[in-house]
């Protein structure tokens, strides 16, 4: 399920985060392999993950920001099986547990603002184990190295990401890859 994402984030560790829909062609245009798509609607949804697909690009559904579905199990069901995307990407654990039961490739997202959601971020890993954790602010390495010593989990960092230094200090700190809306890093 999860192998092609990551043998492409291998090849390339920068994901295109697309957060409004001019972004898109510019994203499908940029060297990225990977796009986490942050925006649309269930009007524009299809069209848009057909789009990143004909590109022979990935494309991962963040659930929790996509306009006129519900963030609930039969969202996902319709998702997965009308739009068909690589995968999802939420916050919310039983969306992950049931995305990894009907063979969804499943991001777990996870805000990290202080020593207590570090710690139920740990815990929601270990029991819900899901293919991958975003982990935001992206600007943490001692942060992303705990959660990989860990979890053992593949991590991806997002969110802060300004420049060369801060991919390069994620990847260093145990992290497989970095997802941001920056088109300049997109081209490193």
């Known amino acids: 399920m999860g192998d092609v994402f990551f043998k492409n984030i291998q090849e390339n560790p920068v994901i295109a985060a697309v ?3 001019e972004n898109l062609k510019k994203a499908i245009e940029s060297p990225s392999n990977i796009i986490f798509l942050l925006t649309g ?5 299809s069209s848009m993950v057909n789009e990143i697909k004909r590109n022979n690009m990935e494309v991962y559904v963040h659930i929790d920001l996509i306009e006129g579905f519900s963030k609930d199990t039969v969202a996902l069901d319709y998702i997965n099986k009308n739009i068909k995307p690589n995968g999802i990407i939420t916050t919310k654990s039983n969306l992950i547990r049931y995305a990894k039961n009907i063979g969804v490739f499943a991001i777990q997202r996870l805000f990290l603002i202080d020593s207590l ?3 139920t971020g740990v815990n929601s890993i270990k ?7 975003e982990i ?5 390495p001692k942060i992303t190295k705990i959660i ?3 979890t053992s989990i593949p991590i991806i960092t997002g969110g802060l990401i300004l420049d060369k230094n801060d991919v390069i200090e994620s990847l260093k700190a145990g992290a497989i890859g970095i997802s941001t809306s920056k088109e300049d890093i997109w081209y490193m």
Do not use: Q, T, Y
């Not at 029991?127 to 954790?133: G, K, L, T």
């Open 19 to 21: 957060n409004n829909s």
């Open 41 to 45: 609607n269930i009007f524009n949804l």
């Open 117 to 119: 959601s570090l710690e």
């Open 127 to 133: 029991a819900i184990r899901p293919d991958a954790v």
């Open 136 to 140: 935001l602010p992206g600007v943490m």
């Open 148 to 150: 990989h010593e860990k």
